[in-house]
């Protein structure tokens, strides 16, 4: 049975007086989307910034594909989208993923940065500075360059924040397909229709998982009648 | 007009600034700064007495009376040596001027500064006037380098081109790196194979064309438009430019390490560009600076490039020369540690 794709166990980390991270224990199975569910501050995006190598746990071990997270990332193994559309206003949407190409080692990258164009719906807008797009559509071209490496673990931060519905329903489908074919995908997110598409949720509560399952599976834990509700009744009961 | 909401932006303003500690200290700090260097500078009225050397047979009646005239001359200092060792102490900078004594006396200069030049020439003849009697007349004067219609700008032209090229590439650099760091890119960069050591040296790479094309116009305009004339070859003068500009990029990846937005990398000016401006020899030579100050000039990468500079554009120096080499090695020394120093700033941790 192969490792899994994210492994952490009793992940620490303190910024000054604030413990972002209490020992954060969580596995994710290769091809497996799980979803971090969880209120500002809680610890959600300092975990997936660990697993893009950016931050160094103080103790407890966590291995992506049965590597270090740097070490991951070296070998192009891991696509990260951060939560800000982190682009080069100044470049056209294909000389951004031009650059983002090479720095992946992506040979050839002509067709690839076609598909992923062709995958966030903006093909036409190719040559368009970034600084002339708007907000939802610079997250796409942010999600285009997470994409092009075809990386084996992608780390998606709030990925649909500024996305309309249909574009998210389109990202969606297109995340279930890498999923299919074997990529494995960490998002973070506190939209419940984006959290409710999950294979698993992890309830991150002050740097540490506090209830973990299927949508489902939560909302029958909780005896609530959505997600929303089981969401606030499984947070006030971690208290 | 209201008054009222006139206040509310003055008064966030105030808030604002109250808690940015850092431009609150430079506020205070930087006058200080600046001005302590200006008094020290030109502060202590101390003129140097000038450094004649008498050149001929000091064993001569002539020569031994003519020494010991010019020693009891007020701001003269006076000793004798061969011509060839008095042309070399006027070289190396260890003499202002050579008096010599074969056949009827001559005068040879430095000349590379005309202020310095001038201040020699009107001590000495006025020295040699009394000594030789109001019936001589005034013995010729030689220039080592530059001549009597050397201007002030012909020697100024190497360390402001050094300066200004240090000026800019470095808030270029600065300020563009930083942007890397504001707009998030940088966390994505970090995010990806690329190494620390990679981004410095694409930084490097990137730049460096820059800074070769405004190191070409520094020198065209300065030669070509300003009229200034100039000795060495313009290949070896483009080359020290060219390391000029090069150590101000790695000097500005270092900085915007230490700078959360651009306000606070353009605060880096008053601590790092005007310092060097008044103690890299640019205003002041290196060797009249105050006992307290010159430490501080040899911890300078300008003050070897405009000294390198000077000595390739005014001087004539070849880019092989010794000096001109030592130089050159200390501002790559410089560059290799600031780049070091910017690779290891740039953390992927933020705290």
Same mark, same amino acid.
């Given at each position: 049975?192969?490792?899994?794709?994210?492994?952490?166990?009793?992940?620490?980390?303190?910024?000054?007086?604030?413990? &972002? @991270? *209490?020992?954060? $224990? %969580?596995?994710?199975? +290769?091809?497996?989307? =799980?979803?971090? /569910?969880?209120?500002?501050?809680?610890?959600?995006?300092?975990?997936?910034?660990?697993?893009?190598?950016?931050?160094?746990?103080?103790?407890?071990?966590?291995?992506?594909?049965?590597?270090?997270?740097?070490?991951?990332?070296?070998?192009?193994?891991?696509?990260?989208?951060?939560?800000?559309?982190?682009?080069?206003?100044?470049?056209?949407?294909?000389?951004?993923?031009?650059?983002?190409?090479?720095?992946?080692?992506?040979?050839?990258?002509?067709?690839?940065?076609?598909? &992923? @164009? *062709?995958?966030? $719906? %903006?093909?036409?807008? +190719?040559?368009?500075? =970034?600084?002339? /797009?708007?907000?939802?559509?610079?997250?796409?071209?942010?999600?285009?360059?997470?994409?092009?490496?075809?990386?084996?673990?992608?780390?998606?931060?709030?990925?649909?924040?500024?996305?309309?519905?249909?574009?998210?329903?389109?990202?969606?489908?297109?995340?279930?397909?890498?999923?299919?074919?074997?990529?494995?995908?960490?998002?973070?997110?506190?939209?419940?229709?984006?959290?409710?598409?999950?294979?698993?949720?992890?309830?991150?509560?002050?740097?540490?998982?506090?209830?973990?399952?299927?949508?489902?599976? %939560?909302?029958?834990?909780?005896?609530?009648?959505?997600?929303?509700?089981?969401?606030?009744?499984?947070?006030?009961?971690?208290? | 007009?209201?008054?009222?909401?006139?206040?509310?932006?003055?008064?966030?303003?105030?808030?604002?600034?109250?808690?940015?500690?850092?431009?609150?200290?430079?506020?205070?700090?930087?006058?200080?700064?600046?001005?302590?260097?200006?008094?020290?500078?030109?502060?202590?009225?101390?003129?140097?007495?000038?450094?004649?050397?008498?050149?001929?047979?000091?064993?001569?009646?002539?020569?031994?009376?003519?020494?010991?005239?010019?020693?009891?001359?007020?701001?003269?200092?006076?000793?004798?040596?061969?011509?060839?060792?008095?042309?070399?102490?006027?070289?190396?900078?260890?003499?202002?001027?050579?008096?010599?004594?074969?056949?009827?006396?001559?005068?040879?200069?430095?000349?590379?500064?005309?202020?310095?030049?001038?201040?020699?020439?009107?001590?000495?003849?006025?020295?040699?006037?009394?000594?030789?009697?109001?019936?001589?007349?005034?013995?010729?004067?030689?220039?080592?380098?530059?001549?009597?219609?050397?201007?002030?700008?012909?020697?100024?032209?190497?360390?402001?081109?050094?300066?200004?090229?240090?000026?800019?590439?470095?808030?270029?650099?600065?300020?563009?790196?930083?942007?890397?760091?504001?707009?998030?890119?940088?966390?994505?960069?970090?995010?990806?194979?690329?190494?620390?050591?990679?981004?410095?040296?694409?930084?490097?790479?990137?730049?460096?064309?820059?800074?070769?094309?405004?190191?070409?116009?520094?020198?065209?305009?300065?030669?070509?438009?300003?009229?200034?004339?100039?000795?060495?070859?313009?290949?070896?003068?483009?080359?020290?430019?060219?390391?000029?500009?090069?150590?101000?990029?790695?000097?500005?990846?270092?900085?915007?390490?230490?700078?959360?937005?651009?306000?606070?990398?353009?605060?880096?000016?008053?601590?790092?560009?005007?310092?060097?401006?008044?103690?890299?020899?640019?205003?002041?030579?290196?060797?009249?600076?105050?006992?307290?100050?010159?430490?501080?000039?040899?911890?300078?990468?300008?003050?070897?490039?405009?000294?390198?500079?000077?000595?390739?554009?005014?001087?004539?120096?070849?880019?092989?020369?010794?000096?001109?080499?030592?130089?050159?090695?200390?501002?790559?020394?410089?560059?290799?540690?600031?780049?070091?120093?910017?690779?290891?700033?740039?953390?992927?941790?933020?705290?």
């Amino acid at each position: 049975m192969p490792s899994p794709a994210i492994q952490a166990r009793g992940v620490t980390k303190t910024f000054g007086r604030v413990r &972002a @991270l *209490a020992g954060l $224990d %969580l596995d994710v199975a +290769r091809g497996e989307i =799980v979803g971090l /569910l969880g209120p500002n501050g809680s610890g959600k995006m300092t975990f997936i910034r660990t697993l893009a190598g950016l931050i160094r746990p103080e103790s407890g071990s966590i291995e992506v594909l049965g590597r270090s997270p740097s070490r991951a990332v070296a070998d192009g193994q891991v696509g990260y989208m951060t939560q800000a559309a982190a682009l080069y206003g100044e470049l056209t949407v294909e000389e951004n993923l031009r650059f983002f190409a090479a720095l992946n080692g992506v040979r050839a990258a002509g067709p690839r940065i076609a598909d &992923a @164009l *062709a995958t966030v $719906d %903006l093909a036409d807008r +190719r040559t368009s500075p =970034v600084n002339t /797009l708007s907000g939802g559509m610079r997250s796409r071209v942010s999600l285009a360059a997470a994409l092009l490496h075809a990386p084996s673990v992608l780390l998606l931060d709030e990925p649909t924040v500024g996305v309309d519905p249909v574009q998210r329903r389109e990202f969606w489908n297109h995340f279930r397909s890498l999923a299919a074919a074997g990529t494995t995908i960490l998002v973070s997110s506190h939209v419940m229709d984006e959290a409710s598409r999950c294979d698993r949720l992890g309830l991150i509560r002050d740097g540490a998982i506090v209830a973990e399952g299927s949508a489902a599976r %939560l909302v029958e834990r909780a005896g609530a009648a959505d997600l929303e509700s089981a969401f606030l009744i499984l947070a006030e009961a971690s208290r | 007009m209201s008054v009222r909401r006139v206040a509310a932006v003055a008064g966030r303003i105030a808030s604002q600034f109250r808690r940015d500690h850092r431009s609150l200290g430079l506020l205070v700090a930087a006058p200080i700064l600046i001005m302590s260097l200006i008094g020290a500078l030109w502060g202590s009225v101390d003129p140097a007495s000038v450094r004649v050397v008498i050149a001929g047979d000091g064993a001569t009646p002539p020569a031994a009376a003519l020494t010991a005239s010019l020693s009891r001359a007020a701001g003269l200092s006076v000793r004798s040596a061969g011509l060839d060792a008095a042309v070399a102490s006027l070289r190396d900078g260890s003499a202002d001027a050579v008096v010599v004594l074969a056949g009827s006396p001559r005068v040879i200069v430095e000349g590379s500064d005309p202020t310095r030049t001038s201040g020699t020439l009107t001590a000495l003849t006025r020295a040699l006037a009394a000594a030789l009697g109001p019936a001589t007349p005034a013995p010729p004067v030689e220039y080592l380098y530059g001549g009597p219609s050397a201007s002030l700008l012909d020697s100024l032209a190497p360390g402001l081109i050094a300066y200004f090229g240090f000026f800019f590439m470095f808030l270029l650099a600065a300020v563009s790196f930083l942007r890397e760091r504001t707009s998030g890119t940088l966390e994505r960069l970090l995010a990806s194979p690329l190494t620390r050591g990679e981004l410095v040296a694409g930084y490097l790479a990137g730049f460096t064309l820059f800074a070769l094309l405004q190191a070409v116009i520094l020198i065209v305009f300065t030669i070509a438009v300003l009229g200034v004339s100039y000795r060495g070859g313009i290949g070896a003068i483009f080359v020290v430019a060219a390391g000029v500009a090069t150590i101000a990029v790695a000097l500005g990846l270092l900085v915007s390490a230490y700078a959360r937005n651009e306000l606070q990398a353009v605060q880096f000016i008053p601590l790092v560009i005007l310092p060097q401006g008044f103690l890299s020899g640019l205003l002041v030579p290196v060797d009249r600076l105050p006992d307290l100050l010159r430490p501080l000039a040899g911890a300078m990468p300008l003050t070897y490039a405009i000294e390198a500079l000077r000595a390739v554009m005014v001087k004539g120096y070849p880019l092989g020369d010794g000096l001109v080499l030592r130089d050159l090695a200390i501002m790559a020394a410089f560059g290799v540690a600031a780049l070091v120093g910017a690779a290891l700033s740039i953390r992927r941790e933020v705290a």
